[in-house]
């Protein structure tokens, strides 16, 4: 009867060391500007319904609406960015 071969252990690989993690952080911008667009926004919108329609511009009229909450979105765009 033949004799089976014989089976060898892969050679020892120590384990890598283990690279610190850098970590990433918010650009110092971000926050700043993130609480200004709510700001703005929120402004805007007040502003606009205390001064019935006369400001902050008055020829856009109801846009003004959409400018204050557009504001107020990229804010929230810009809080999903917040670390």
């Not at 252990?9 to 971000?30: D, F, I, M, S």
């Not at 500007?33 to 109801?62: E, H, N, R």
């Not at 846009?63 to 670390?83: D, T």
């Amino acid at each position: 009867m033949p004799k089976s071969r014989l089976r060898r252990k892969a050679a020892y690989t120590p384990p890598q060391e283990r690279v610190a993690a850098v970590h990433v952080g918010n650009p110092r911008w971000l926050v700043p500007l993130m609480l200004a667009c709510f700001a703005v926004g929120l402004l805007w919108i007040i502003v606009y319904y205390v001064s019935q329609t006369d400001y902050p511009i008055g020829s856009i009229g109801a846009w003004n609406m959409g400018v204050g909450f557009g504001l107020i979105l990229v804010g929230f765009g810009l809080s999903m960015r917040w670390r």
